[in-house]
């Protein structure tokens, strides 16, 4: 198991745009987790699934943002109408949900709205 | 609301020289608390776990301590390296909750 992956690792796009995010967790994880990070900060956290349904979402998800996880594997992380405050870095963690419960994260994609 | 704050911003020290790293949480109903590591334009890699019936965890030169009742956790690295330097993030996971609230972090450099 190679850990947890995310793609892209890099997105620029232009205000208006829709962009979507791929978190692929770390295999029999059942729960996964997105944070946002801007520059100097440590991450905040958005919502996070326990297999495919979302239990919690953060007031910092507003409606121009959309997380699922289909079938509990992966999940996507889509912003619509994107902003020029919505750059930041957008990580992925995952654990088993249960026991010790380590939180592990992936690399991160970097957002920039132009 | 658990608020998280690490002290200070920024560090640096010489090469070799042992250094504590400090975090302090407002709410003690903790589930647990995890000590990060970033390198610039990374993602976080986990150094330590301390559960919030413990009172210290060890990796190799790293030391993370937990004391509850005054809110506060540290974390030691011992003969410290060059490669040592990234920020380092303490995060917390508040009881009956799912997610982690982190500090702002702090910002390590090692001169050779």
């Known amino acids: 198991d190679t850990g947890v992956s995310q793609d892209p690792r890099h997105k620029i796009t232009k205000r208006g745009q829709n962009v979507t995010f791929r978190c692929d967790p770390i295999?029999?994880?059942?729960?996964l987790y997105w944070y946002r990070q801007t520059l100097g900060q440590g991450p905040e956290f958005l919502t996070y699934?326990?297999?495919?349904?979302?239990?919690?979402k953060s007031r910092l998800l507003s409606d121009r943002f959309s997380a699922e996880r289909p079938k509990g594997s992966f999940s996507t992380l889509e912003i619509q109408r994107t902003e020029q405050g919505d750059s930041a870095m957008y990580l992925c963690?995952?654990?088993?949900?249960?026991?010790?419960?380590?939180?592990?994260f992936g690399p991160g994609t970097r957002l920039t709205v132009l | 609301k658990q608020e998280v704050t690490q002290i200070p911003a920024a560090l640096s020290v010489p090469e070799g020289e042992n250094l504590v790293l400090n975090c302090s949480f407002t709410?003690?109903?903790?589930?647990?608390l995890q000590w990060f590591r970033q390198d610039p334009g990374k993602g976080l890699t986990s150094l330590l776990l301390?559960?919030?019936?413990?009172r210290e965890q060890t990796s190799g030169r790293l030391n993370a301590s937990l004391d509850k009742s005054s809110g506060r956790s540290t974390l030691y690295i011992a003969a410290s390296q060059p490669g040592d330097s990234a920020t380092y993030l303490c995060?917390?996971?508040?009881?009956?909750?799912?997610?982690?609230?982190f500090g702002q972090g702090t910002r390590l450099t090692i001169n050779p």
């Open positions: 963690a995952s654990t088993y949900g249960f026991g010790v419960d380590e939180q592990f």
């Open positions: 295999s029999e994880h059942n729960r």
């Open positions: 699934f326990q297999n495919e349904a979302q239990l919690e």
């Open positions: 709410d003690s109903a903790i589930y647990n």
């Open positions: 301390i559960q919030s019936s413990q």
């Open positions: 995060a917390v996971r508040i009881q009956g909750a799912q997610k982690l609230v």
